[in-house]
């Protein structure tokens, strides 16, 4: 009988994962949302994994062994519980699937302020100060321009600790 599986990838190969996986005649699924990032100076969108180095993959282990899925080139394990490789839900599966379609979800994830945007930070250690949006700082903070004592100073703070004007 077919059931989901988590398996883990070997460092940026997920795809590579999913061609060999598919040859076996084995579905695989990972949620990909789309950022977007500064690179060289540039605003770019791309799609990164959801759960990165993860993947679903939906198969019979009476059909294709679990050694065969596990030897796959990019694949590294299975995600297991105890000896056996743990199952997962088929409805958590179908979620993400919908929500991966989902136009709002993608919007969530990837709308940074543009640079020279003003702001006002909600939470954290600068609460209530405005600041001016300067470029993001890793995957979860972003780079301010706050004013302090009359001089503008750079900060690094929580993107969730941003709202809008």
Known sequence: MK??????CKRSEQERAVINLDRQGVECY???VTVQKIVRGKRVENYEPLFPNYMFV???PEDISYTTIRSTRGVADFIRQGAKPQTVQPDLIY???MNEDSA???SKLSSLPMPGE???LEQGQFKGLEA???EPDGEKRSFMLINLLGKPVKVSVQNEDIVKK
């Open 3 to 8: 059931d989901w599986y988590l398996l883990y």
């Open 30 to 32: 990972y949620p990909q």
């Open 58 to 60: 939906y198969f019979d």
């Open 95 to 97: 979620g993400l699937m």
């Open 104 to 106: 709002e979800h993608q």
């Open 118 to 120: 003003s702001l006002k």
């Open 132 to 134: 001016i949006y300067q």
